[in-house]
């Protein structure tokens, strides 16, 4: 499916209808409890197979070009590690394209949220992985910064 992922502008068309269509249930989208199972299956189902999402709980396609950073083999969500190769390919894997050099290419086709990519992520949460991340998105699980962390 990265022939869809090339086209981060109808994504982001696509996230943004989707995140409309949702605020208005978000009372009833709670973490735990059946509608997250249900939400987790869609999830594994439609982002697996678009993004290669790893479930992380804590989506931010928005703000990385539509470009999943767990899939960067380091799990590196704010930019490139020092390795990125002079051709743009990842240095633990030489044949394929650096996930953030990627980010960056698609971010710049992405007129609402593109400008995300400059942004500092905060660190991840791994104990919410496996959980649905529209969910916690909605709830405001994801906004919740760990203890120590400053904006």
């Given at each position: 499916m990265?022939?869809l ?16 269509g ?7 989208l709670?973490?735990?409890g ?20 790893r ?5 931010v396609?928005?703000?990385t ?7 960067c083999p380091?799990?590196l ?21 650096c996930?953030?050099v990627?980010?960056w290419?698609?971010s ?14 905060h660190?991840?949460?791994?104990g ?24």
């Open positions: 990265p022939l992922q090339n086209h981060p502008h109808l994504l982001e068309a696509a996230y943004t209808a989707a995140l409309r949702l605020r208005p249930f978000r009372r009833w709670r973490p735990g059946k509608m997250e199972r249900l939400f987790v299956v869609g999830e594994r189902i439609t982002k697996g197979g678009i993004f290669d999402c479930m992380c709980g804590d989506c396609l928005h703000a070009g539509m470009t999943c950073p767990m899939t380091k799990n969500r704010n930019g490139p590690c020092g390795g990125v190769r002079t051709d743009g390919n990842c240095e633990v894997f030489p044949t394929k394209p996930v953030w990627l980010a290419e698609r710049k086709k992405m007129p609402d949220y593109g400008a995300g990519i400059l942004s500092v992520q660190p991840l949460d791994r919410l992985q496996g959980t649905s991340a529209w969910i916690n998105e909605l709830s405001g699980e994801v906004r919740k910064a760990p203890e120590g962390w400053a904006e």
